[in-house]
């Protein structure tokens, strides 16, 4: 995040996996989080309903999202297990 609460990047198990394998084979061992990292995360605005959040997780890969207001600053996490939960309680 930057000074005022905004989004710069994301670091996800699967930029670190990706990593990985790439350091395993050159025998790199040094990586900077701004290396391996999403410069433009997806993420989702704290009003998008959890039925939409749902639908949106079926057709992208993340299993988590990180959550911004109205402002575009960080707010939180929402994860699948969450979503999942959140659908059980409704039903």
């Known amino acids: 995040m930057n000074e005022q609460g905004h989004v710069v990047g994301w670091l996800s198990e699967q930029d670190c996996m990706a990593k990985l394998i790439e350091a395993s084979y050159y025998s790199d061992h040094s990586a900077l989080v701004e290396d391996v ?45 969450m979503v999942l939960k959140a659908i059980k309680s409704q039903l």
């Open 37 to 81: 990292m999403s410069s433009a995360p997806l993420s989702i605005h704290s009003t998008l309903s959890i039925v939409d959040l749902a639908q949106k997780m079926i057709k992208e890969k993340p299993k988590m999202y990180p959550v911004l207001d109205e402002d575009n600053v960080y707010v939180g996490l929402i994860t699948r297990k």
